[in-house]
Every structure is written in structure tokens, then in C-alpha cells.
T-cell receptor, first 116, second 113 residues
Framework: DVKVTQSSRYLVKRTGEKVFLECVQD?????MFWYRQDPGLGLRLIYF???????EKGDIPEGYSVSREKKERFSLILESASTNQTSMYLC???????????????FGPGTRLLVL | KNEVEQSPQNLTAQEGEFITINCSYS?????LHWLQQHPGGGIVSLFM???GKKKHGRLIATINIQEKHSSLHITASHPRDSAVYIC???????????????FGKGTLLTVNP
């Protein structure tokens, strides 16, 4: 079974702090994703990585950066946390886009971040 | 950009009822996904469709490419089916845009015993 883990289930930070959210997958997946989920807005893509050190901006990258130094690990960084970044953050991974049956995304349990 | 609309937003059913959740999208797609999210956050992929119909246990997903519409059916619903069901599409596109999923806002299903 694919396992995607996230470093924290709940996190409370203060405005202006630098925040690191980590995601690890154990199935050698090429692609990793960071989403945020807010009530009434659904899931929105922040960043995507299709290989080590490779990244693409998603729909809402402002205020975030990412790092993928190893294939299994994808980190989301909030450079200076703000209250409007209070949200549920979900990491996902998928094997490949080269074949349609391999594009299923596997999600981590989520990190609920509160910025005060 | 693909717009994904789900209906209904909320659905309450009695145990044993047949359930249908609908998903419409605006632009041609490569694939459509149905996902399930239980309270507490975990999201599980149920189906990935590009045509026709798929069945897994009591769940059936269908897609009509011409009408840009998909349905998720649950037969003999059970309280453990209570969850948010999310539709997501991968648009047909070139280069970097082809990897993104566009998500609907979800349908909250509550099945009462």
C-alpha cells in the first residue's frame, strides 16, 4: 500500500514565523503535490514537483515555496506565515503521468495549520 | 480553465437508499477522478475514468464524454458511506498544464441509520 505521511496533524504558528510542512511517500512516486483546502473553495494546488529539484507553480503559489531534494520528500515552506494561510494542507503523490492508470493521486492525512 | 460543478452540495439519505452524485465540467478532459474524504481529512481515490463505467463493490462511476458529465452512484447506502465526495478532472492540454487536477467543491453525503 502507498503511504504518504505528513510531519504534523495540527500546527499553531504566529504571524511572521517561517513554517515548514514535510511530506514523505514510500512508493518511489515521481510526482508530488501540495494542496490547501478551505471551506467552500475545495482543493487548490499550491505547487507540484515531477522530479527531484523540479517544481511547477500551481494555482495559488504566492506566499509559499517548496523544496524537493530527495525523491521521497516534498517540503512546503511558508516564508512568513500570515493569518490568511490558516488552512488544511494536503500532500499527495502519484506514480506518473505517462500512463493514465498511473496518475491516481495518494493523499496524506493533512496538516491543519492555524496562524495567529 | 476547466470549471467543475458538483450537485447536490449536500445530500441526506436513509440507509439502503440509492444515491447519485453528479459532476459536470466545461472543457474536454483526459481523465476524471472521484475521491472520498471522511471527517478528519483523509482523502482516498475511488475511481479514475476516461470513458464508460467502472464498478467497485457498491460504488459505480459513469462518464459521458459528449455531455461532459459524470455520476457517482452508491447502491444500498450505509452510514459508513457518509463522507464528502469530490470530483476532479485533468484537462486535455499540452506541456505543463496537463498534470493539474481541477477539483469540484465536493458533495457532503450523510446516510442516516
Amino acid at each position: 500500500d502507498v503511504k504518504v505521511t505528513q510531519s504534523s496533524r495540527y500546527l499553531v504558528k504566529r504571524t511572521g514565523e517561517k513554517v515548514f510542512l514535510e511530506c514523505v511517500q514510500d512508493m518511489d512516486h515521481e510526482n508530488m503535490f501540495w494542496y490547501r483546502q478551505d471551506p467552500g473553495l475545495g482543493l487548490r494546488l499550491i505547487y507540484f514537483s515531477y522530479d527531484v529539484k523540479m517544481k511547477e507553480k500551481g494555482d495559488i503559489p504566492e506566499g509559499y515555496s517548496v523544496s524537493r531534494e530527495k525523491k521521497e520528500r516534498f517540503s512546503l515552506i511558508l516564508e512568513s506565515a500570515s493569518t490568511n494561510q490558516t488552512s488544511m494542507y494536503l500532500c499527495a503523490s502519484s506514480l506518473s503521468f505517462l500512463r493514465r492508470e498511473k496518475e491516481t493521486q495518494y493523499f496524506g492525512p493533512g496538516t491543519r495549520l492555524l496562524v495567529l | 480553465k476547466n470549471e467543475v460543478e458538483q450537485s447536490p452540495q449536500n445530500l441526506t439519505a436513509q440507509e439502503g437508499e440509492f444515491i447519485t452524485i453528479n459532476c459536470s465540467y466545461s472543457v474536454g478532459i483526459s481523465a476524471l477522478h472521484w475521491l472520498q474524504q471522511h471527517p478528519g481529512g483523509g482523502i482516498v481515490s475511488l475511481f479514475m475514468l476516461s470513458s464508460g463505467k467502472k464498478k467497485h463493490g457498491r460504488l459505480i462511476a459513469t462518464i459521458n464524454i459528449q455531455e461532459k458529465h459524470s455520476s457517482l452512484h452508491i447502491t444500498a447506502s450505509h452510514p459508513r458511506d457518509s463522507a464528502v465526495y469530490i470530483c476532479a478532472v485533468r484537462s486535455r492540454g499540452s506541456g505543463g498544464s496537463n498534470y493539474k487536477l481541477t477539483f469540484g467543491k465536493g458533495t457532503l453525503l450523510t446516510v442516516n441509520p
